[in-house]
């Protein structure tokens, strides 16, 4: 597994923009995929976007698509999310989250595809 730790959640209005951070423990040797999930009050978890640990691959929700954008720093064993074009509905607590990836290009858009979550960060939207 990958001890993660996400940084960079807060509060914007409505129309700005934050980058979440999510930086991986050192310790694993592994190759893994990254992904970012969010939860809203009394709702569940959903997908967000993710990224194969080649980088050469992303996918992310529709809901999202065009305004957020994941990336990654191997070198720096970090995970990002920029989230641009924010709405009040993007309000939740975001989660990274990652597993060994099965392949270079590897990528898995459900919850139980991953073994490693972070503690989350909060992001709230103001209208």
């Known amino acids: 597994q990958v001890q993660l730790v996400e940084s960079g959640g807060g509060l914007v209005q409505a129309g700005g923009s934050l980058r979440l951070s999510c930086t991986a423990s050192r310790r694993t040797a592994g190759r893994y995929t990254m992904a970012w999930f969010r939860q809203a009050p009394e709702k569940a978890r959903e997908f967000v976007a993710v990224?194969?640990?080649?980088?050469?691959?992303?996918n992310a929700a529709d809901s999202v698509k065009g305004r957020f954008a994941i990336s990654r720093d191997n070198a720096k064993s970090m995970g990002y999310l920029q989230m641009n074009n924010l709405k009040p509905e993007d309000t939740a607590v975001y989660y990274c989250?990652?597993?060994?990836?099965?392949?270079?290009?590897?990528?898995?858009?459900?919850?139980?595809?991953?073994?490693?979550w972070g503690q989350g960060t909060q992001v709230t939207v103001s209208s």
């Open positions: 990224i194969s640990w080649s980088g050469r691959r992303t």
């Open positions: 989250a990652a597993r060994e990836a099965a392949a270079p290009d590897y990528l898995g858009v459900m919850e139980y595809d991953y073994d490693s």
